[in-house]
């Protein structure tokens, strides 16, 4: 009997973590990292892990848009991942191309509005076009603000948003001057709110040049789990973990009065 009650309870469902409505985060971004250990430990070529946490996305995706999360940000390509072998790279804009030809319809039907940053010129002409091709199908959709990160570098974005500031000042002969409004204006993310949750999985604990200047005041939410094993209650766990957080942007917590 006592061994049926221990099996019993190894496979009884986890409890669907608590999310409160009235604190959900307007922005999470998402650092979706261990695809190729998830296939290594598995002796799978590393597309294979790719695959799999591409089913993934679909999910997560899916639980956002559910929750009413207003915008979700993936990295899915750093301009870094170029020095991966070709074949994992080749390999990757194939799958990022039949992904978008799959599931493009089903995420204009769900209200999903697709964007990207990044350097979309540098990747292969079939991946762009696809991305393109979502790009203006979506244009018009009010629900999930879905960004993809694709050869994208948080550096690279903040260097081209100081040359334009220079170039627009040395044309109109003033002087050059920042504000923290003029140039966000300048970055990628133009018209996204930065993000308030950054997830990250695999345990890392780095940005990996994503959202540098936007993440300013994040809240950072790590799990050990491989991307391809995450799956929507980890999304829930990770909301709620946020919603506990007593989040004062340099400021004190106001106490209560003493009566």
Same mark, same amino acid.
């Given at each position: 009997?006592?061994?049926?009650?221990?099996?019993?309870?190894?496979?009884?469902?986890? $409890?669907?973590?608590?999310?409160?409505?009235?604190?959900?985060?307007?922005?999470?971004?998402?650092?979706?990292?261990?695809? !190729?250990?998830?296939?290594?430990?598995? !002796?799978?070529?590393?597309?294979? +892990?790719?695959?799999?946490?591409? #089913?993934?996305?679909?999910?997560?995706? %899916?639980?956002?848009?559910?929750?009413?999360?207003?915008?979700?940000?993936?990295?899915?390509?750093s301009s870094e991942n170029w020095r991966r072998p070709k074949d994992e790279v080749s390999g990757l804009m194939r799958l990022f191309e039949?992904?978008?030809?799959?599931?493009?319809?089903?995420?204009?039907?769900?209200?999903?509005?697709?964007?990207?940053?990044?350097?979309?010129?540098?990747?292969?002409? +079939?991946?762009? $076009?696809?991305?393109? #091709?979502?790009?203006?199908?979506?244009?018009?959709?009010?629900?999930?603000?879905?960004?993809?990160?694709?050869?994208?570098? +948080?550096?690279?974005?903040?260097? #081209?948003?100081?040359?334009?500031?220079?170039?627009?000042? $040395?044309?109109?002969?003033?002087?050059?001057?920042?504000? %923290?409004?003029?140039?966000?204006?300048?970055?990628?993310?133009?018209?996204?709110?930065?993000?308030?949750?950054?997830?990250?999985?695999?345990g890392e604990m780095r940005l990996s040049n994503f959202l540098i200047w936007e993440s300013a005041y994040a809240e950072f939410w790590v799990?050990?789990?491989?991307?391809?094993?995450? #799956?929507?209650?980890?999304?829930?766990?990770?909301?709620?973990?946020?919603?506990s957080r007593d989040r004062r942007f340099g400021g004190l917590t106001e106490e209560p009065s003493a009566r």
């Amino acid at each position: 009997m006592i061994s049926s009650f221990r099996k019993l309870l190894r496979t009884a469902p986890k $409890a669907e973590p608590d999310v409160k409505s009235g604190r959900l985060p307007t922005h999470i971004a998402v650092i979706m990292d261990g695809n !190729g250990r998830w296939a290594q430990r598995r !002796g799978l070529p590393r597309i294979a +892990g790719h695959r799999a946490g591409a #089913k993934v996305v679909r999910d997560v995706v %899916e639980t956002a848009a559910t929750l009413g999360i207003g915008y979700l940000t993936l990295y899915a390509f750093s301009s870094e991942n170029w020095r991966r072998p070709k074949d994992e790279v080749s390999g990757l804009m194939r799958l990022f191309e039949e992904i978008l030809r799959a599931e493009l319809d089903e995420l204009h039907r769900s209200n999903v509005k697709i964007t990207v940053i990044g350097v979309l010129d540098e990747v292969s002409a +079939g991946t762009r $076009a696809q991305f393109e #091709k979502a790009i203006t199908q979506t244009a018009a959709n009010t629900g999930l603000n879905l960004t993809i990160a694709l050869n994208y570098s +948080g550096r690279a974005d903040i260097l #081209k948003a100081v040359n334009q500031v220079v170039e627009e000042a $040395a044309a109109s002969g003033q002087t050059v001057q920042f504000t %923290e409004e003029s140039f966000s204006l300048r970055l990628a993310t133009t018209g996204t709110p930065d993000p308030e949750l950054i997830i990250r999985t695999s345990g890392e604990m780095r940005l990996s040049n994503f959202l540098i200047w936007e993440s300013a005041y994040a809240e950072f939410w790590v799990t050990d789990i491989l991307w391809p094993d995450f #799956k929507a209650n980890d999304l829930r766990s990770a909301i709620s973990a946020f919603q506990s957080r007593d989040r004062r942007f340099g400021g004190l917590t106001e106490e209560p009065s003493a009566r």
